[in-house]
């Protein structure tokens, strides 16, 4: 008898920081103002103080990050029962408020638009019974809207990025817009992966609405 071995499908990785290089692959030293498009994310809610020393991104220090864990099992939903994979995507934190030493953040990654709830629901029950708890209720699959924004690199240790965000604002404000809401950091470089800390790469994003 004659064993035919079957060759592996090799699947083609997609890069969304390629895909979406307008958003992700931004230069140095400019305001850029544009329309996002429609994104889905893996997003989790946190109250929690940051080590701002952790090389690449802030680390919670309060509670664990465990969005990460459910897009690792999306990615291998979609690479098995759909042959779409995907390159995971650099961790977004947005800051909405702190009280106390600690920050009220979004913390999320983006997942291909071929993600759908009920994909997502299976991941994050993979995860819960990975993690033998019985809920992980601060996550949620967010399908954001198409928003209008401005966004600006910021290259250096993280823990500046305020100074982007001043030059941000007064770039909006001249050219006839105003802030809608908290900013949005993207760090682009992997965690424990930037040495030294000024080769840090951070995108700054505010959403924007017009003055009156």
């Not at 079957?6 to 979406?20: N, V, W």
């Not at 400019?30 to 429609?38: M, Y």
């Not at 701002?52 to 291998?76: S, T």
């Not at 629901?121 to 019985?134: F, G, P, Q």
Request: hydrophobic share 35%; glycine share 2%; with cysteine.
């Amino acid at each position: 008898m004659i064993l035919i071995k079957k060759e592996a499908q090799i699947l083609k990785t997609h890069d969304h920081r390629k895909i979406y290089k307008d958003i992700y692959q931004i230069k140095p030293g400019k305001t850029i103002i544009q329309q996002l498009p429609e994104l889905k994310y893996v997003s989790q809610q946190m109250t929690t103080s940051y080590n701002m020393n952790w090389d690449g991104r802030p680390e919670p220090i309060d509670e664990k990050w465990l969005a990460w864990k459910v897009v690792n099992q999306i990615k291998q939903i979609t690479r098995n029962q759909l042959e779409y994979k995907f390159k995971l995507m650099p961790p977004e934190i947005i800051w909405h408020e702190e009280k106390d030493n600690k920050w009220l953040v979004d913390q999320m990654m983006v997942v291909a638009d071929c993600v759908t709830d009920d994909i997502y629901e299976y991941a994050l029950n993979r995860v819960i019974k990975n993690l033998r708890v019985s809920d992980l209720p601060t996550l949620t699959f967010v399908k954001s809207t198409s928003i209008l924004c401005a966004q600006r690199l910021h290259v250096g240790d993280y823990k500046n990025t305020v100074e982007t965000l001043a030059v941000l604002k007064e770039d909006i404000e001249k050219q006839g817009y105003r802030v809608k809401g908290p900013h949005r950091e993207i760090y682009l470089l992997p965690a424990m992966g930037c040495y030294p800390a000024e080769n840090c790469h951070t995108i700054v994003r505010i959403e924007l609405e017009a003055l009156n």
